[in-house]
């Protein structure tokens, strides 16, 4: 690795050490650090960019995408757009989609295209998932002409 390359992952690396301070109110899991990885990374005082197998993981929670857009604003990452084969992963439950966009600011993470939410043997299926990162409310659209449609396997009550 060169010199230049290792100063300039140094550099990023350091940059990206204030992502953490984003505070309890505006992160997946509150005050837990936000790892990332990806093929190529780039920051500006205003923006980060992941691209190829991008990931930020945070506690229990991933967003894993070809793609990762983030802005910054007062040293704070106040928005978040993935693109291309979008995954959210929580201990509970996967969505998939298309693209993503997550707001810190109001623990919602929206997600569009061919959205496909599991949890254990529950499907859901629409065109657009709204997702609360803290309360964990989900709201499923049809988005345009589509459709909402669902498998839901009733919990066993033991008699």
Known sequence: MSM???LRTAAI???????PAIGDAQSFQGG?????????VSRTPTALSLR?????TQGDSRIRADRVEGVISNGDLSRVEASGNVYFVTPEQTIRGDRAVYTP??????LTGDVILTQGENVMTGGRLTYNTRTEAAE???AGNGRVQGVFYPESSGT
């Not at 837990?32 to 190529?40: C, K, V």
């Not at 190829?52 to 930020?56: F, N, S, T, V, Y």
């Open 13 to 19: 690396a350091l940059a990206l050490a204030a992502l």
């Open 52 to 56: 190829g197998r991008a990931e930020l």
């Open 105 to 110: 600011s109001n623990d919602t993470i929206v």
């Open 140 to 142: 499923m659209d049809g």
């Open 32 to 40: 837990q650090p936000i790892m990332w990885g990806a093929d190529e």
């Open 4 to 6: 230049t390359r290792t």
